[in-house]
């Protein structure tokens, strides 16, 4: 359960496990064209390459979107559910493709974050790797630090860099919560889950716990976009919504960065 933390060994290798008549090559075919190069896959084929409690798991985190026939009619995340609960037999007339994609960084970092980038209703999305992100995490200085704090961290990719690269540890905080599963995810898919110090729902420090100790630094790629009277089509978005005149979040993370630092 990405929610609680819960990224087990046991889990972990369910997620990959193939069935019964599955070889490896097909299987490992068929996941890079669902979740790399996002192609449909019949919803019945991904119950073959995965456990039937993973594959649940991604429709309820909607990280896959499921539709019928060739009228492509969306079907909902409960509806889903429902039908593969019902009877495995209804899945032959439907199809699902990710929501999800896995990002390559530098030599040996996956980053896994949302495709789509505009929210819905029930649907609040995790920033791609943009180009000010990738920016970023090549050009943030790489001191060595015991502690690092990701503001507005999305993926995590900032704080997973820092963790492969010069940090010993590393806290997470971010105001969307789906962004927090994607933080978990991306920290067990790069092996370094043991070194995050914490993963925090809330605005910047405000959601840091009482007692939390100061940080060696400080990362954030906040929303930048301006927004005057909510009127920018391209700040819908929370990762994008900087405010009136775009600097409203920095802002608030350059102020309050003294209290917080070694």
Not at 39 to 57: D, G, H, N
Not at 161 to 188: E, G, Q
Request: charged share 20%; aromatic share 8%.
């Amino acid at each position: 359960d990405f929610s609680n933390g819960d990224l087990s060994e046991s889990f972990e290798r369910r997620m990959l496990e193939s069935r019964e008549g599955v070889g490896p090559t097909s299987t490992l075919t068929d996941l890079v064209r669902m979740f790399l190069l996002r192609r449909k896959l019949p919803l019945a084929r991904l119950f073959q390459l995965l456990s039937s409690e993973c594959c649940k798991l991604l429709l309820r985190m909607q990280a896959v979107t499921v539709f019928q026939g060739p009228a492509c009619k969306l079907i909902s995340v409960d509806e889903a559910l429902r039908l593969v609960s019902v009877d495995r037999s209804l899945l032959s007339d439907l199809y699902c493709f990710s929501n999800i994609k896995v990002w390559p960084l530098e030599d040996d970092i996956l980053i896994a974050t949302d495709q789509q980038d505009w929210p819905c209703p029930g649907f609040e999305p995790v920033m791609f790797l943009s180009d000010d992100s990738l920016a970023l995490a090549t050009a943030a200085p790489r001191l060595e630090v015991d502690s690092i704090l990701d503001l507005c961290c999305g993926s995590g990719v900032q704080g997973i860099v820092a963790l492969r690269r010069y940090a010993a540890s590393a806290t997470f905080v971010d105001i969307n919560p789906r962004a927090l599963n994607f933080v978990r995810f991306n920290a067990a898919l790069n092996g370094v889950a043991n070194k995050v110090a914490g993963i925090h729902e809330g605005n910047l420090y405000e959601a840091l716990p009482n007692g939390t100790g100061r940080f060696g630094a400080v990362v954030a790629n906040p929303p930048f976009l301006p927004n005057p009277e909510g009127i920018a089509s391209q700040a819908a978005a929370v990762f994008g919504n900087g405010g009136e005149l775009g600097e409203h979040v920095l802002t608030s993370i350059v102020q309050g960065a003294p209290a917080w630092l070694i």
